[in-house]
């Protein structure tokens, strides 16, 4: 292969610094996700509470779902600063992506719940079980295995949304290869190096994914 096309020296030398870089990314994404799957679970059961906290989840919900992520990014990094709320680059793109992940997997969760037949509630309720105990003992364990495809689809999107948080200088993959591509005006190692990290990490994602799935699938059978 051509010196011109592809250098492996250059390669063997960049990799350590792609390689800190793909560890921000895979702690943005795992920190991001954790965080979304249970703010999801919170925002999921409070539209399904009462009439009024029911309505405002919902309307945040939507905000949130109706608004470009990129925004949501500026919007905590560079607007909540002049009301006295100031965080580091790598904290206001978590809060982003968390919040904007955990928007849509309330959507999931929800579907899910619903999903789970009415009169369990009843049946638990005529066994004087508790409201809390029901839900986590009976309904939440139905609910989440049908589930499982659509929050992992979420844990593959969000992988491949931290680029977005390039905009505010975290140095995640992305950012790094750019930055190395425009010090040596030399792209197609780095960018080839990223690309084939995220189909790498993606791939194991959605094997994990389908792995749980399985796994909980035989629990559900027992």
């Known amino acids: ?74 919007f905590i990094f560079f607007v909540l600063p002049r009301f006295g709320i100031t965080l580091d680059a790598f904290t206001a793109g978590i809060i982003a992506l968390s919040l904007h992940y955990g928007c849509y997997c309330s959507e999931v969760y929800r579907a899910g719940l619903e999903a789970v037949p009415r009169g369990q509630w009843e049946a638990c309720t005529a066994l004087n079980f508790s409201s809390w105990n029901t839900f986590k003992n009976i309904i939440l364990p139905q609910a989440i295995p049908p589930i499982v495809p659509a929050l992992g689809n979420y844990l593959v999107a969000l992988f491949k949304d931290t680029p977005l948080l390039s905009a505010i200088a975290v140095a995640e993959l992305v950012q790094t290869a750019k930055n190395l591509g425009s010090e040596n005006f030399r792209y197609n190692e780095p960018m080839t190096i990223v690309g084939l990290t995220f189909l790498v990490l993606s791939l194991v994602s959605a094997a994990g994914i389908r792995w749980l799935e399985q796994r909980l699938n035989r629990r559900s059978v027992r």
């Open 1 to 74: 292969m051509s010196a011109d096309i592809w250098s492996w020296s250059y390669t063997l030398e960049i990799l350590p610094i792609l390689a800190n870089a793909a560890i921000v990314t895979i702690e943005a994404t795992l920190i991001s996700f954790v965080i979304a799957l249970v703010l999801g679970l919170v925002l999921a059961v409070l539209r399904m509470s009462g009439a009024v906290i029911g309505w405002f989840a919902s309307a945040f919900v939507e905000l949130v779902r109706s608004t470009p992520l990129l925004i949501q990014i500026f």
